[in-house]
C-alpha cells in the first residue's frame, strides 16, 4: 500500500522562506507531486517530479530523492496568500492517486 | 477555473436519505476520480473511473456507488447518508490513467446531512 507523511502545521513569516517536508512508502514509484488547497477551495496542482532534483516554477521549488524516499516542497518570498494547505500526492499501479493528510501553512506578517 | 464541473456546489439533506453527485471532467481528460474531504481533513481517495470503466477504489462504504458514462461524465451516489457522511466530495480529472503529472479538481459539492 502507500503512505505518506508530512508536518500538520508550519509557520513562517512573510518574505521568509520555508520548506515542507514529505516522505513516502509505496509498491511502486510513479511520482511525487504537491497541490496547494485554500480553506474551502479546490486543490490545485503545483509540481510534479519523476525524477531526483529540483524542480523550479516561480517562487515555488520541488525536490525528490527516490533513494530516500522523501520529497519536500520549497517556497520563497512568502506572501500572506501563501498561506493554505500543502498536499503531496503520489499514484500506485493501481491507478489510485493518494494523498498526504496535509501541511497547514501559516504565514505572518 | 480548472475545466471541472461538479453539481451541486451545496446539498443539505437529511439522515436515511439518498443524493448524487455530477462531475464533468475536462475537455478531453478520460479518468475521473473522486475524493471525500471532512472537516481539517484529508483527501480520501474513493473511486477512479477511466473511459468508463471502475479502475480502482478505495476505502468507499458499500453505501456509496459511482459509475462514468460514455459521455464521461461522472456520477457519484449517497445512500443511506448518515450525520458522517457530511463532507467535501471533489471530483478531479486527468488524461491519462493515474494522474502521473497532474488532476483537476472541480471546486467540489458541500454535503450537509441533518
Known amino acids: 500500500g502507500q503512505s505518506l507523511e508530512q508536518p500538520s502545521e508550519v509557520t513562517a513569516v512573510e518574505g521568509a522562506i520555508v520548506q515542507i517536508n514529505c516522505t513516502y512508502q509505496?509498491?511502486?514509484?510513479?511520482?511525487l507531486s504537491w497541490y496547494q488547497q485554500h480553506d474551502g477551495g479546490a486543490p490545485t496542482f503545483l509540481s510534479y517530479?519523476?525524477?531526483?532534483g529540483l524542480e523550479e516554477t516561480g517562487r515555488f521549488s520541488s525536490f525528490l530523492s527516490r533513494s530516500d524516499s522523501y520529497g519536500y516542497l520549497l517556497l520563497q518570498e512568502l506572501q500572506m496568500k501563501d498561506s493554505a494547505s500543502y498536499f503531496c500526492?503520489?499514484?500506485?499501479?493501481?491507478?489510485?492517486?493518494?494523498f498526504g493528510s496535509g501541511t497547514r501553512l501559516l504565514v505572518r506578517p | 477555473d480548472s475545466g471541472v464541473t461538479q453539481t451541486p456546489k451545496h446539498l443539505i439533506t437529511a439522515t436515511g436519505q439518498r443524493v448524487t453527485l455530477r462531475c464533468s471532467p475536462r475537455?478531453?481528460?478520460?479518468?475521473v476520480y473522486w475524493y471525500q474531504q471532512s472537516l481539517d481533513q484529508g483527501l480520501q481517495f474513493l473511486i477512479h473511473?477511466?473511459?468508463?470503466?471502475?479502475?480502482a477504489k478505495g476505502n468507499i462504504l458499500e453505501r456509496f456507488s459511482a459509475q462514468q458514462f460514455p459521455d464521461l461524465h461522472s456520477e457519484l451516489n449517497l445512500s443511506s447518508l448518515e450525520l458522517g457522511d457530511s463532507a467535501l466530495y471533489f471530483c478531479?480529472?486527468?488524461?491519462?490513467?493515474?494522474?502521473?503529472?497532474?488532476?483537476?479538481f472541480g471546486q467540489g459539492t458541500r454535503l450537509t446531512v441533518v
Open positions: 478531479a480529472s486527468s488524461k491519462l490513467q493515474g494522474a502521473r503529472t497532474e488532476a483537476f
Open positions: 509505496t509498491s511502486g514509484f510513479y511520482g
Open positions: 517530479n519523476a525524477l531526483d
Open positions: 500526492a503520489v499514484p500506485d499501479s493501481s491507478y489510485k492517486l493518494i
Open positions: 475537455s478531453g481528460d478520460l479518468s
Open positions: 473511473y477511466y473511459n468508463g470503466e471502475e479502475r
